[in-house]
């Protein structure tokens, strides 16, 4: 999964006033939607299906609004109209199958804007997203708690009919591994790949497959908005490197 960086608020991200991101956006949080698609690309901050019409993407509230505690509260209702508790989400991703209304606690799940996800997962053939077997301890139980907040975990025999992400990483898988060989052979350039990830999106996909070639994962860093650079080690092949090395208790 993409790491992020979420823009502070006040900052101006293309010159323009009307699209100054602001701390709060009440009354209605879905005012900040053009502001994330600027922030982070148009996609989805999960699953990171890429879509040419923003009205498929939501204003994706990280701790539910609607989550309802043991008590009958609500304890993020306060956050719905907040921007640091905004990411973008795709229907399925946020849908009640998966994140949908669950209980988002800080510190006992990997998040896109607050830890290197890419060092979460590990992308393979056939759509599987498995949790990267090199993590231990409080990083292997978190980035766990965010595959399964999401449903990254499921295949074809546990998704609902309308849930393909799996299929769709399943066709990204093939149609990077085929654009590989090509660019391997001198048949196509650069920008066609990234043209392609922009069209196609699964950016995790891509990267992955493109370990050997640090030139497409530096324009997979650079031309992608929001990405978090400093997730990734120039100095070797753009390999994940944790984001928050100094946390012992979960480095990623
Ligand atoms: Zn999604």
Known sequence: ?????????????????????????????????????????????????????????????????????ENGNYPYAALETKWENFLLSCATCNGRDNKGDKNVVYGEC???????????????????????????????????ALRKLVGLNKGPMDSKSKDRRWFVRTE????AMRYLYKYESKKVDIETIIDLVKGHGCWSIWFTIFKEHPEVRKELIEQFPGTAKECFDSANNYEPIPRNPKNTIDPV
Not at 36 to 42: A, E, K, S, W
Not at 54 to 66: N, T
Not at 172 to 175: E, G, R, V
Request: glycine share 6%; proline share 6%.
């Open 172 to 175: 990204k898988w093939d149609l």
């Open 110 to 144: 990997h998040l896109p804007h607050l830890n290197n996800t890419f060092l979460s997962f590990q992308y393979k053939a056939g759509g599987v997203v498995n949790v990267n077997p090199n993590l231990t301890g409080k990083s292997l139980a978190n980035a766990e």
């Open 1 to 69: 999964m993409r790491p992020v960086v979420k823009l502070a608020p006040g900052k101006y991200p293309c010159g323009d006033d009307s699209l100054t991101i602001k701390t709060d956006y009440h009354p209605n949080y879905r005012d900040a939607k053009p502001h994330l698609i600027f922030n982070l690309g148009c996609m989805c901050s999960y699953c990171e299906k890429a879509f040419d019409d923003e009205r498929e993407l939501a204003v994706e509230h990280i701790q539910a609004k609607r989550y309802k505690d």
